[in-house]
């Protein structure tokens, strides 16, 4: 039977940023809303199994519930894991979504949250909805759209499969484990992690981007102020930081909500799928991964940062409507 999955962050668009930006926050009333327009975009299209996960801020439960109070035939049902308020949650959500076999799994999130599901949705495509602070990954879709968009795949996934992409991916091995990001890895000049969140530029060192696309925000920015790269392009960037001096180029990036920030670009190389950018600690460092500090480098320590076309798959919400409309299949039978 098709179906579709759907994980909600609760946490995403509230982290440290509320303070040190002006980043408005995400609500969770909001989220819960948009819970429901994606459910009834589900249901229009005449897909009733949908599965919800049950995190520990009842964003779901509380959509289930409303939903089913104006749906009274609705089949929308919660799904649990053993959920313990972190970044983890998201990934053994869509781990089990695997193993249910749904068809595709939107997310509301941003950009650290549509990575945590990514780590567990295996092929299954994802449709990844923006409630996070930086939104690189994620798409301003309404909701209800995309719950239509994502009905059709799942009823007609040999009719719609053209409109599924593979995104890149950045890959570092560290301690013989290969850890990934979808957007971004910074390597920042500290030696513990602190907030997880980054919003202070001059902590930055280096820079690998997945994309540098005009008109988002985050570190991603950086690189947009200085050779674009669309997500769909087949490239990455590399990005050296460093003191003021006349060689450097000095850019302009909106890196926050509300933040407009100065630095100098030591050093900026395009990076092909399959190469290798090196990199030798000259102190104690942190990787920072799609936006949040994550691991420590010792000094000294190497490491190779890759690009490949090995990323997640996307659903094209637009294309999808369009195929829909030539197909007739947004047409009433009478």
């Known amino acids: 039977m098709a179906s579709v999955g759907i994980i909600a962050n609760p946490q995403s668009g509230k982290d440290i940023r509320r303070l040190v930006a002006l980043a408005s926050s995400f609500s969770n009333n909001e989220k819960v809303l948009m819970l429901r327009r994606v459910m009834a975009g589900l249901a229009a299209m005449g897909l009733d199994n949908i599965l919800i996960f049950n995190d520990l801020g009842s964003l779901g439960a509380v959509a289930v519930d409303g939903f089913r109070h104006e749906n009274k035939n609705s089949k929308a049902k919660l799904f649990e894991v053993d959920a313990r308020g972190e970044t983890i949650d998201s990934t053994n959500a869509a781990r089990k979504l695997d ?12 950009d650290g949250t549509c990575r945590a599901v990514a780590k567990g949705c295996g092929r299954i495509p994802m449709i990844p909805l ?30 719609y499969g053209s409109e599924k992409q593979v995104t890149k991916q950045l890959h570092v091995n560290l301690n013989g484990n290969s850890e990934k990001a979808l957007v971004d890895i ?12 980054i919003w202070d530029i001059g ?14 925000l985050g570190l991603s920015s950086l690189g947009a102020s200085l050779r674009p790269i669309g997500a769909d392009e087949p490239l990455g960037l590399w990005l050296k930081l460093g003191p003021k001096s006349k060689t ?25 799928p399959g190469e290798a950018v090196k990199y030798r ?19 000294g320590e190497d490491i190779e940062i890759s690009l490949r076309l090995d990323g997640p798959s996307i659903l094209n919400v637009p294309a999808i409507l369009r195929k829909a409309a030539i197909r007739g299949d947004l047409q009433m039978r009478n």
């Open 99 to 110: 193993e249910l076999g749904v068809r595709c799994i939107i997310v509301l999130g941003g």
């Open 130 to 159: 923006s409630t996070g602070t930086n939104n690189a990954f994620p798409f301003s879709w309404e909701g209800t759209v995309a719950g239509m968009a994502a009905a059709l795949y799942a009823l007609y996934p040999k009719a």
């Open 186 to 197: 910074a390597i920042l000049k500290e030696s513990f992690y602190g907030a997880r969140a």
């Open 203 to 216: 902590r930055v060192d280096s820079l690998a981007l997945t994309r540098s696309e005009p008109g988002r």
């Open 248 to 272: 450097n180029h000095r850019v302009l990036s909106p890196i926050g909500p509300g933040q407009v920030a100065s630095a100098q670009v030591m050093e900026h190389e395009i990076v092909k």
């Open 281 to 299: 600690a000259p102190d104690d460092r942190v990787l920072a991964f799609d936006g949040e500090r994550e691991c420590l480098l010792n000094k």
